[in-house]
């Protein structure tokens, strides 16, 4: 029969080799199960002589104690290990530098209402928009657009019924102006308008402008223009130059476009210009009677003048974007160079 000491010895190597509660635990059967080799010394000590038995058993009680209590030794000394390693495991850096997360940023075409935009506000202009889907009222007839004009035309316009349209323009939003408001009138509004083109590097079914629209006593077409060359050298430099070429447009009476010396060379002519040194940038007049009438506005007191201007042409001349269709597609190699 083995001694118990050998016992001890036995379990105190196999303890030193214990890297888990399960080896301790098949340890602690070994030798302190009720099969265990401790317990069968115990039980074979009936064949013993009283003096033997004594000295046995009180050798086998202390070794089974000193395996216990090198059993909790191991353990809490197995689980201080387990929780450094947790520890280390789930250390965490808080030296290490932030994550940088890619923030996006406003589409050209928002970042080019918002610049128009701020130059109006900072006249006094306040910002009104109007619905995109359109009665032919609003987008044609208060504006004064003869019976016959080739714009009302299906082949121009996307029409949802007979009544209604995808505005084609963002000039409705002065009969609606005019309709829902009492002059002075200081309005601008940018927005989406439609037509029926098919798309190529200057044309799109859908793009944006923005609307201009002031109505007081007094207005006159220098009001117009010192406003408009101010819009222009704020929003392109202020070298350039504006010039007013007539033109015709059944809303405003009489009806200009502006152009401005060019702002890449200077007005001697580039590709920017395509060589004249101008470029044209949108169209303007003082409002037609007709349409201030809708409002039922006295056009003996009041005259006004209003404007309207192509986003995309004034972002394509600003950015030297050669392609309209650029702005659609989403393509954030192209729209991430807009910072
Ligand atoms: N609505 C015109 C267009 O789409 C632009 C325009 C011209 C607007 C003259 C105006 C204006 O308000 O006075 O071509």
Redesign the pocket.
């Given at each position: 029969m083995e001694r118990p000491e050998t016992l001890l010895t036995e379990a105190e190597r196999l303890l030193a080799g214990a890297s888990s509660e399960t080896d301790i635990e098949a340890v602690r059967i070994r030798f302190l199960g009720k099969k265990g080799e401790l317990t069968a010394i115990l039980r074979s000590m009936g064949s013993l002589d009283p003096e033997e038995r004594k000295q046995l058993g009180a050798a086998a009680n202390s070794v089974r104690d000193a395996i216990g209590a090198l059993i909790d030794e191991k353990k809490a000394a197995l689980s201080g290990a387990l929780r450094n390693e947790r520890f280390e495991a789930e250390r965490i850096d808080v030296t290490e530098p932030g994550r940088a997360y890619r923030l996006g940023q406003n589409h050209p075409i928002t970042q080019t209402i918002d610049e128009i935009s701020e130059i109006f506000l900072s006249m006094g202009y306040s910002i009104t928009e109007g619905p995109e889907v359109e009665t032919v009222f609003h987008n044609f007839d208060a504006l004064n657009a003869a019976p016959n004009h080739p714009s009302r035309d299906l082949t121009d316009t996307f029409y949802i019924t007979e009544n209604t349209l995808l505005r084609?323009?963002?000039?409705p939003v002065?009969v609606r102006t005019i309709l829902s408001k009492k002059p002075p009138l200081k309005v601008i509004s940018p927005g989406r308008?439609f037509r029926t083109d098919t798309p190529d590097a200057t044309h799109s079914p859908m793009f944006h402008?923005v609307?201009?629209?002031l109505v007081d006593e007094g207005v006159t077409m220098a009001d117009l223009k010192g406003t408009l060359d101010f819009f222009a050298k704020r929003m392109f430099g202020a070298e350039v130059k504006t010039k007013f070429r007539p033109h015709f447009?059944p809303?405003?009476e009489p009806?200009a476009e502006m152009d401005m010396s060019c702002f890449a060379c200077g007005g001697t002519g580039c590709r920017v210009c395509k060589g004249s040194g101008w470029i044209e940038i949108?169209?303007?007049?003082m409002v037609h009677p007709n349409v201030l009438k809708v409002g039922g506005i006295d056009t003996e007191d009041y005259t006004g003048?209003?404007?309207?201007m192509g986003v995309e042409r004034i972002a394509m001349l600003k950015h030297g974007i050669q392609d309209i269709r650029l702005f659609y597609e989403n393509d954030v190699r192209f729209l991430g160079q807009f910072v």
């Open positions: 084609t323009q963002t000039s002065q308008c402008q609307e201009g629209l447009f809303f405003t009806s949108l169209g303007c007049g003048f209003a404007f309207g």
